[in-house]
């Protein structure tokens, strides 16, 4: 048996070790998506943010909007 004290209200909860495996590994993996999606969606962002940029930037210079082509 696993004691968990709750730091707010100081009562102690008793869980079988099956039981608080299963409630770390909940809270570890929703922890694990937060950080995840904190990381991920901003550099998304900025990938977009920049993809567009440079499209658009490259009509208003008079330049193609397209990749260059190579010939041999």
Known sequence: ???IKFP???KVLTAEEAGYTDMV????DSEFEKHLH???YPAAQDKQKALASMFHGAGERGGSASLPVFSC
């Open 1 to 3: 048996m696993r004691e």
């Open 8 to 10: 707010r209200s100081g």
């Open 25 to 28: 590994n909940r809270v570890r």
């Open 38 to 40: 904190e990381g991920l």
